[in-house]
């Protein structure tokens, strides 16, 4: 019956929370060969997909869903969010426009829709999308560090400077903000804030390859040459 059925579905995904990850994957791969149309199981098991990084797999089934059913809006989202993650960003820019259609004004869609036009260096035409976004949630410090990057796509570094200090305040442990305000001060030249803000980034995130990299660049535009090799070397064994 449709009750068992179900009930199967979400002992697996409860299965798959408590950490018996590759088992439930099996064994709801093998309940969705026997029940294609259910749409709730492969739905559940595109979600497992991505978190076991098999985004190929995931992207098969979330389309699978998607062709039978154009208003699964979930899918899409998920979707998208992978095609980013790819830097598929037509892709993502196409889905992110459809999931807006299902679902008017839907805060992350709005934020996500800017980051997608910011990398494909169309700033302007996500400057919009990113204000709505942010009218809708306005802690958003994701959102706020994205209407810094616009700011600073766009060359409007003291615009984009007060942003993300605004995103820090809101979250003081979100690392890519520090980074961003830090290349702004070093568009203005001002290597020491600059140097200050990565540092305060890699403080927040060891493993910040990007922030390692700034601070090595820093370095390397102020003579200090045996520091920045340290940090490249640093940057190349992560």
């Not at 979330?62 to 809006?73: A, E, P």
């Not at 802690?139 to 615009?159: C, R, S, V, W």
Request: hydrophobic share 35%; glycine share 2%; aromatic share 14%.
């Amino acid at each position: 019956s449709q009750s068992y059925e179900a009930a199967i579905v979400n002992k697996l995904i409860a299965d798959f929370q408590r950490g018996e990850r590759h088992s439930s994957f099996k064994k709801l791969s093998e309940f969705i060969n026997k029940n294609p149309k259910d749409e709730t199981a492969r739905y559940n098991f595109a979600l497992m997909c991505e978190q076991l990084n098999y985004l190929d797999l995931a992207k098969d089934n979330y389309n699978k869903i998607i062709i039978k059913n154009s208003q699964h809006w979930k899918s899409k989202f998920n979707l998208y969010l992978i095609y980013i993650k790819e830097k598929n960003y037509e892709s993502a820019l196409k889905l992110v426009n459809e999931v807006l259609k299902i679902k008017n004004h839907y805060q992350p869609a709005l934020r996500d829709k800017a980051v997608i036009l910011y990398y494909l260096k169309r700033p302007d035409e996500g400057l919009p999308f990113i204000k709505e976004s942010l009218k809708h949630n306005q802690k958003d410090f994701i959102a706020l560090n994205t209407l810094g990057l616009i700011y600073m796509e766009m060359i409007q570094y003291n615009l984009a400077k007060k942003i993300f200090m605004e995103a820090i305040f809101v979250n003081p442990k979100y690392f890519p903000s520090y980074n961003n305000l830090g290349r702004c001060f070093e568009y203005e030249n001002n290597r020491d804030l600059a140097l200050a803000n990565f540092k305060k980034a890699l403080d927040l995130n060891p493993q910040f390859t990007e922030a390692i990299n700034n601070i090595a660049n820093c370095y390397n535009q102020s003579g200090s040459y045996e520091k920045a090799i340290q940090f490249y070397n640093k940057a190349l064994k992560l």
